[in-house]
């Protein structure tokens, strides 16, 4: 069996800052690594091909420097490198990437490709998807367990109710998440001793295909259908206070939740269409995800922003319902803003699976052409929706912070980077536009019951055989982590909590606040809480109101997982844990003597 692994070479986040005179990512002396989700893939190989015989080629795109990433592998115990390396080849995005790893990944051949399920730098979580559109293959994002077993593969997915177990037909691509294994870690020393013996091969445009032109649109900028148009340090400023007690921290945070407010108000009301008048009007479009058939509050809050967007292009409101027996969620969306609902009601619908999906969509995409096409970054919406950007190759952005209209009826993105601090302002060039954008950036309209809307049924042609089929559903209370996306209050805990057992109490104290409970990476690798509830640069980004962190220490890889939440609150023992400087409000003590009388007073207020 042949493994290909797609790997990027990544500034480190933590060392990357914005020139404040020229407003541009400063690069000198910023040192650059492995992207860490794909060490985990390129592990995962390794241990396939040990177990099952064949080879493991690592594959990178990148300038000349990028070739340090490809060594690191090779010291790991990957078999061969493969170099893609050309000036044609530079400022590419997701779709221009991917449409170039596809065509390397024909040339070479392959049983089967893994990456990580993103990059810790740009965030989009597109690539694989997008990558296995290109090659037409089947894929699977987050899994965090793969065996191989008479030919096929078996693989297990991370979504937000739990997980999913999977049979896939190879080829096939698939992004696994930190949790399949622990990495290998060479040293540097080792890195530099690892001979290449020919086992690192430098591939230029004219590798793979003929005819390169100067200005070849299947590569680089020229072929990427979006543009950054600026670059924005959003690096929030938190006000590392100190409260003696938690009855003066409690009056510390009400006074702040008042100063800050909430995400982004929406409004019934619709603005006026932007650009000359008259003109041609266009209607912004919301997929909208349901669990256990009632929609997500994502979806909500995208439905009310879709208002503000519709009226700036002069069009409609419309939600994007796929499923099974939607006449509930048809009413919940019209009460939420939907001024028209397209509703795919298929019975194959009725439970998420990356395949239906993503055809089902590409069936709407392409035959309503929507203007505007907004999708909730959901363990699914990250799935189906690179999958159908990259089958019509449309420009698509990422988990998205914020969105506007220009005069012109293009769709402002702008697209948190390196962590959250960094944002960069996008536009795409295609119609339909495509975005995934992040829960809890804006506020669901209040509910109108007496609100009414024109409802269109859309049936969907044959739908391919599946390429992957459910083996089995794991999806329990104590699995689910999409609470988190909605929720106005979290509390996070991290090893300062000092043990599981001290959960039952915390999470007895979050429901008292309607608080939906998170983890830091140290406490989700130590299994007290699933991996999907892990917030960080590895895990999820959550925004909500109030976040209160619990015996978490404050490395950087958790603190970006925050970057948009409204006030945090630190809670630790030790007095010089860096979550301080990052919280707004803290209090220094044993949290089971500072949480419960800060839950007293906060209870009923947040």
């Known amino acids: 069996m042949k493994i290909v692994v797609l790997v990027k070479q990544v500034p480190n986040p933590q060392h990357v800052r914005l020139d404040p005179e020229t407003r541009r990512l400063v690069r000198e002396g910023v040192p650059l690594e492995l992207n860490e989700l794909d060490v985990y893939a390129v592990t995962e190989a390794i241990r396939l091909r040990d177990a099952h015989g064949g080879e493991v080629v690592v594959m990178t795109m990148g300038p000349p420097q990028a070739e340090e990433a490809l060594r690191t592998t090779l010291a790991m115990g990957a078999d061969r490198a493969i170099h893609l390396s050309d000036r044609v080849f530079a400022v590419a995005d997701t779709i221009g990437t991917s449409r170039t790893l596809a065509l390397a990944v024909e040339k070479e051949g392959a049983d089967l490709v893994l990456c990580g399920r993103k990059t810790v730098d740009s965030e989009t979580w597109q690539v694989p998807p997008e990558t296995a559109a290109f090659l037409g293959w089947p894929q699977l994002t987050s899994a965090d367990r793969l065996e191989l077993q008479d030919g096929s593969l078996r693989a297990r997915r991370e979504t937000d109710e739990g997980f999913d177990t999977y049979e896939l037909e190879l080829p096939a691509l698939v992004s696994v998440t930190e949790g399949i294994n ?200 990250r799935d189906y929706g690179p999958r159908v950007a990259g089958e019509l190759e449309l420009g698509m952005t990422g988990d998205c ?25 996008i536009m795409g060039a295609t119609t339909p536009q495509l975005a995934t954008v992040r829960p809890g950036m804006f506020s669901p309209v209040e509910p109108r019951e007496d609100s009414e809307a024109e409802v269109v049924d859309i049936s969907i042609p044959a739908l391919p055989e599946p390429r992957t089929r459910l083996l089995e559903r794991e999806h329990r209370p104590d699995t689910a982590a999409y609470e988190l996306d909605a929720a106005r209050v979290c509390l996070c805990v991290g090893k300062g909590i000092g043990g599981p057992g001290a959960l039952p109490e915390i999470e007895a104290l979050a429901a008292r606040l309607g608080a939906a409970v998170g983890a830091s990476r140290d406490v989700a690798d130590a299994g007290w809480l699933p991996k999907n509830r892990q917030i960080g640069l590895t895990g999820r980004a959550i925004a909500p109101r109030l976040l209160v962190e619990i015996g978490v220490r404050g490395a950087f890889e958790h603190l970006v997982g925050s970057v948009k939440a409204g006030v945090i609150v630190a809670l630790n023992a030790n007095e010089r844990a860096p979550i301080f400087e990052h919280a707004d409000v803290g209090l220094v003590g044993d949290w089971q003597e500072t949480l419960p009388p800060l839950v007293d007073r906060l209870e009923g207020k947040v």
């Open 401 to 425: 912070v914020d969105l506007g209209i220009d005069k012109a009826g293009r769709l402002i993105q702008y697209k948190p980077a390196y962590g959250g601090n960094i944002v960069s302002v």
């Open 182 to 381: 622990r990495g290998i870690w060479p040293a540097k020393r080792d890195v530099e001793a690892t001979p290449t013996d020919g086992r690192l091969a430098v591939w230029t445009a004219s590798d793979l295909v003929d005819d390169v032109q100067e200005d070849d649109r299947r590569f680089g900028q020229t072929g990427s259908p979006t543009r950054v148009l600026a670059v924005k340090d959003v690096t929030p400023q938190r006000r590392g206070e100190l409260a003696p007690s938690p009855h003066e921290a409690a009056e510390r945070i009400l006074a702040l939740l008042a100063e800050t407010g909430g995400p982004q108000t929406s409004s019934w009301e619709k603005p006026e269409r932007l650009g000359e008048k008259p003109g041609r009007s266009y209607d912004c479009w919301t997929v909208v995800e349901l669990v256990d058939g009632s929609p997500r509050r994502v979806s909500l809050e995208l439905l009310g922003k879709g208002r503000e967007l519709a009226g700036k292009l002069g069009g409609a409101d419309v939600a994007l319902i796929l499923g099974h027996g939607l006449d509930d969620a048809t009413r919940v969306a019209v009460r939420h803003g939907a001024e028209r609902v397209a509703v795919v009601d298929d019975e194959r619908l009725a439970a998420y699976h990356p395949d239906t999906y993503a055809a089902a969509l590409n069936h709407v995409v392409d035959t309503e052409r929507p203007h505007v096409l907004l999708i909730p970054s959901t363990a699914s919406g």
